[in-house]
């Protein structure tokens, strides 16, 4: 079974400059997670999605973050304008329903913002 | 009182010893304690997890010993191995509220020397 796929691995840009992510979990999974995962911490849920509608986005930083799930598959998330707090490896999650700590994570991508 | 607080944040021990990490929560509504695993470069994995209705659950080395009265779960690995090396973050949800929200705490990197 192919697990969550993320894209780009790596991308460096400079502040004030958009990116975008994107995340492809696994087949047949209804609930999606985004978590921001800064150095030497824990993971932080950014937002969730229950099929293609938005469960919980109350940590999402919304006049510069905005994130899509089309189709209720896969999903993106903008970041637009950066900042250079917003340096950190963003993790995409998800799990076959919204009632278990079960989650299965993508290897994540790493910003770098200079 | 939707933190997790994790400790200790590095731990050094022997090949062949025990590896305890500790965690504490205040929401008494969390109902579900996984712990997860994170090599470099990759996401976190689901290591073992558990509810409240257990004291403990043991999974080959893994144990996790849940102390509800006290709001604290601990991980112990017993006979640690090098390749255990990796950092360890615990994590509460509730899954009975609509949303399988994971908050992690700091993480724990552990390294097991050879």
């Known amino acids: 079974e192919a697990g969550v796929a993320q894209s780009p691995r790596y991308k460096i840009i400079e502040k004030r400059q958009s990116v975008a992510f994107w995340c492809n979990p696994i087949s047949g999974h209804a609930t999606l997670y985004w978590y921001q995962q800064i150095l030497g911490q824990g993971p932080k849920l950014l937002i969730q999605f229950q099929n293609n509608g938005v469960v919980d986005d109350s940590q999402l930083p919304k006049d510069r973050f905005s994130a899509e799930r089309l189709k209720g598959v896969d999903s993106t998330l903008k970041i637009q304008p950066a900042k250079l707090e917003d340096s950190a490896v963003y993790l995409c999650?998800?799990?076959?329903?919204?009632?278990?700590?079960?989650?299965?994570f993508g290897e994540g991508s790493r910003l770098t913002v200079l | 009182q939707q933190q997790v607080k994790q400790s200790p944040q590095s731990l050094i021990v022997q090949k062949g010893g025990i590896s305890i990490i500790n965690c504490a929560y205040e929401n008494t509504a969390f109902d579900y304690f996984p712990w997860y695993q994170q090599f470099p470069g990759k996401g976190p994995a689901l290591l073992i997890a558990?509810?409240?209705?257990?004291s403990e659950k043991k999974e080959g080395r893994f144990t996790i010993s849940f102390n509800k009265s006290a709001k604290q779960f601990s991980l112990h690995i017993m006979d640690s191995q090098p390749g255990d090396s990796a950092t360890y973050f615990c994590a509460a949800s509730r899954e009975s509220s609509n949303t399988g929200k994971l908050i992690f705490g700091q993480g724990t990197t552990l390294q097991v020397k050879p």
């Open positions: 558990i509810r409240p209705d257990v």
């Open positions: 999650a998800s799990s076959l329903v919204w009632d278990t700590g079960e989650l299965f």
